[in-house]
């Protein structure tokens, strides 16, 4: 089974600095894909960004990139320019890229982080 | 474009007492989940649908039902509330075949068992 840990409980940036947000990730698959969710107070789940595991350049959405080490599995999250509204709970995910079963489609989260920002 | 809507947003129940929580997307995806989030948890699944009258366990079933009589709606039974089921309940969906189709989810559920 696949387990994703997320060391940071709790992390704070500035406004307009930079942060990055760890994951590291266990499995025996080769081929699979890698989430970023946003949980702000309101509760939903927002995709912030996706990398698939077969591709070796680093997923980039706007202020949002990804740092993926695949032998390392290692799959951090830098936010840029950071933002009030970036404040919320972080949780990093795993989904197999199999075709058939629960893990085609499951998603394994993290625990979280909790990010703020200070104004 | 309502995406995936979950009824009701909150919900108090005492033990022993059962409840739907409703699930409902209008994307025409064929795959659809249940989650429940407890503090200092991710969420984590509890069961889920291919398609139409497909359903499977996920991580963590005991204690809950589904069905999947159409491929909009996916709803979950509670058939006799428990204190350990108070948790946050996210339903989502996503089309099928990859695994990179980012899933949807709904507003999610507060359910408090007493």
């Known amino acids: 089974a696949q387990t994703v840990t997320q060391s940071q409980p709790e992390m704070s940036v500035q406004e307009a600095e930079t942060v990055t947000l760890s994951c590291t990730y266990d499995t025996s698959e080769s081929d699979y894909y890698l989430f970023w969710y946003k949980q702000p107070p309101s509760r939903q789940m927002i995709l912030v960004i996706r990398?698939?595991?077969?591709?070796?350049q680093n997923a980039t959405e706007n202020r949002f990139s990804v740092n993926f080490q695949k032998a390392a599995k290692s799959f951090s999250l830098k936010i840029s320019d950071s933002q009030l509204g970036d404040a919320a709970m972080y949780f990093c995910a795993y989904r197999s890229a199999g075709y058939s079963g629960a893990g085609s489609y499951q998603l394994t989260f993290g625990k979280g982080t909790k990010l703020s920002v200070i104004p | 474009n309502a995406g995936v809507t979950q009824t009701p947003k909150f919900q108090v129940l005492k033990t022993g007492q059962s409840m739907t929580l409703q699930c409902a997307q209008d994307?025409?995806?064929?795959?659809m989940s249940w989650y429940r989030q407890d503090p200092g948890m991710g969420l984590r699944l509890i069961h889920y649908?291919?398609?139409?009258?497909?359903?499977d366990q996920g991580e963590v079933p005991n204690g809950y039902n589904v069905s999947r009589s159409t491929t909009e709606d996916f709803p979950l039974r509670l058939l006799s509330a428990a204190p350990s089921q108070t948790s946050v309940y996210f339903c989502?969906?996503?089309?099928?075949?990859?695994?990179?189709?980012?899933?949807?989810f709904g507003d999610g559920t507060r359910l408090s068992i007493l």
């Open positions: 989502a969906s996503s089309s099928g075949g990859v695994g990179n189709q980012p899933q949807h």
């Open positions: 649908s291919v398609g139409a009258g497909i359903t």
């Open positions: 994307m025409n995806h064929e795959y």
């Open positions: 990398q698939e595991a077969y591709k070796q």
